[in-house]
């Protein structure tokens, strides 16, 4: 990692970039697979399957038996791990059901809103070296609990035709009502546009490869709707002289062995604790399976020693972080004055891991600075609210002339006049 002490404030934006991701030189390449699943249906679809993840398929529905062995397979142990996240997950976004209220805004002019779910939604979750069953669990049981009547499932297969099983029984868990082996910009295509099998849906959610993430931004511009921007995974942690070094380097490399491209950002006001948090950033991560990947990624990561707390607010919400871990002594008073940032982990025994699987908060988070606009996923990422309003002969008596007076004034004549007939009438 690299170590940057005291930096003059107008130099944080060069080093506080993020590694880039340029899916724009992907959009003429997936273009080209997106227009041929649309013209080509199932067929576009099965070729693509066997080039890009090396299987001929010889159907893209994952059936009932592939269900039941799948269960077969996962262990006890993981099987109630998966269960008990569940059930945080489901109390925590069942608690963000919306609660209507109707509002007299003037005597006789009633608006109200309705929340409304999404009835067609699509998950994509990557398979390769990390399955990751638990973001299945992220995206489904809200799309449940919000009342998406068709929750259609894409993850990529092995090269024996096999989706993994702990993908398979966490959707099962989770409430799926459609399983598909697809993988890739085609998964996006046939989730977008619908063929014979896989049917369209009205917003797509989940990570995915820089394909994927091109796929997803270019059918937003006109045929399905998406969760929001996506990039490489991220964390900062903000630490004092009391945090244990042990526990905040690892915290930084549960983010870095994500990918490559993954960035981890240390704020803090103690020169001891950053030396002492390098030196076990290289002890842990020589200890690490993914340690190629964690390292790549510790490449373009920081270790930044501020003068004070105001510097390293600042800082935190100028770089907007996907996660924010806190481990300092005054963490709430700390935490009251983030303003940018996804989710946030509170104290010394707060690790981002705990989101990530079974707190109950929600992993699928606005990375690349995003969370300066974006929230993460959350129940109302699965509805819709349509407002309504009414009017009685007094309400409208009482309003017209304002709608009146304002509609002349923009010069549109039929809009004044949709009112002028009524109060006539009156």
């Not at 705990?354 to 969370?371: E, F, K, M, W």
């Not at 509805?383 to 309400?395: D, P, V």
């Amino acid at each position: 990692m690299i170590s940057i002490e005291y930096p003059a404030r107008e130099s944080w934006k060069e080093f506080l970039k993020r590694p880039a991701l340029n899916v724009e030189g992907l959009y003429d390449r997936v273009q080209a697979v997106l227009d041929n699943v649309k013209a080509n249906g199932d067929k576009a679809l099965l070729d693509y399957e066997e080039q890009f993840d090396g299987i001929r398929l010889s159907s893209l529905a994952v059936s009932e038996e592939e269900l039941a062995d799948a269960e077969r397979q996962v262990s006890e142990e993981l099987k109630e791990a998966i269960r008990k996240a569940a059930a945080n997950i489901e109390k925590f976004h069942a608690s963000q059901m919306p609660k209507p209220a109707r509002i007299e805004t003037t005597p006789g002019v009633t608006c109200w809103q309705k929340a409304v779910a999404i009835q067609k939604v699509g998950l994509y979750i990557p398979g390769g070296t990390a399955p990751l069953f638990s973001t299945v669990l992220m995206l489904a049981i809200p799309a449940k609990i919000a009342g998406c009547s068709e929750i259609v499932l894409c993850t990529p297969p092995n090269k024996q035709g096999k989706v993994n099983p702990a993908i398979l029984y966490a959707a099962k868990v989770a409430g799926v009502n459609r399983f598909f082996k697809l993988g890739g910009s085609q998964a996006i295509a046939a989730m977008a546009y619908g063929t014979e099998s896989v049917p369209k849906v009205f917003k797509i959610f989940g990570p995915g490869n820089p394909y994927v993430t091109a796929a997803k931004q270019i059918v937003s511009l006109r045929d399905a709707a998406i969760d929001m921007p996506a990039g490489p995974s991220e964390v900062e942690v903000i630490a004092d002289e009391t945090a244990n070094p042990v526990f905040v380097a690892a915290d930084l490399l549960s983010q870095a062995e994500h990918g490559r491209d993954s960035q981890v950002i240390l704020a803090t006001t103690s020169r001891e604790l950053l030396d002492k948090v390098q030196a076990e950033v290289e002890r842990q991560t020589a200890l690490l399976p993914r340690m190629e990947i964690a390292g790549s990624a510790l490449e373009h990561s920081r270790l930044v020693l501020l003068k004070n707390t105001d510097e390293i607010i600042e800082l935190t919400n100028q770089y907007a972080p996907e996660h924010l871990i806190i481990q300092t002594k005054d963490y709430m008073e700390i935490a009251e004055r983030v303003v940018n940032a996804g989710s946030v982990f509170l104290g010394s025994y707060s690790p981002e891991s705990a989101g990530d699987y079974a707190s109950g908060t929600n992993h699928t988070l606005p990375t690349s600075g995003y969370a300066t606009a974006y929230s993460g996923v959350n129940l109302d990422s699965f509805m819709r609210k349509i407002t309504f309003q009414e009017l009685t002969q007094q309400g409208l008596r009482t309003l017209g002339p304002v709608i009146e007076t304002m509609a002349a004034g923009e010069f549109l004549d039929a809009h004044k006049n949709a009112v002028t007939v009524r109060l006539k009438e009156l």
